[in-house]
């Protein structure tokens, strides 16, 4: 189990809204950390991983330019600084945590074992 500690979501206005995400993960097993979402009747969608070492970074082409992933100095927190916030961001964001080893689409669900509860981001416009 990898315990996780999500904050950040919450409402904000479409015109130049900006929230920051965070997420404490305990442990030491996994070897790469990620974000998603899923809005309302959606499926789960990856929206930016990071490997923790080397810190190869992935980003789906929908947050391209507008969100940043990032590690903290000790790399147990994930951090998904959104800025130019869409309606269309609209979701639940997981944090979620891979063990390593090859697996593509580097955003796809299945490469990743363990979830955090998820913190809701609502956006208006």
């Known amino acids: 189990q990898v315990p996780f500690v999500e904050s950040g979501g919450g409402s904000v206005q479409a015109a130049g809204g900006s929230l920051r995400l965070s997420c404490v993960v305990a442990g030491s097993s996994y070897r790469s950390l990620a974000w998603f979402r899923q809005a309302p009747g959606k499926e789960r969608e990856g929206v930016a991983s990071?490997?923790?070492?080397?810190?190869?970074?992935y980003y789906a082409d929908f947050v391209k330019g507008r969100f940043t992933i990032s590690l903290d100095d000790a790399k147990n927190s994930v951090y998904l600084q959104m800025n130019v916030l869409k309606p269309e961001d609209t979701a639940v964001y997981y944090c979620?945590?891979?063990?390593?080893?090859?697996?593509?689409?580097?955003?796809?669900?299945?490469?990743?074992?363990?979830w955090g509860q998820g913190t809701r981001v609502t956006v208006s416009s």
């Open positions: 979620a945590a891979g063990l390593g080893g090859y697996c593509r689409p580097r955003l796809a669900p299945i490469c990743w074992s363990y």
């Open positions: 990071i490997d923790l070492d080397p810190t190869n970074i």
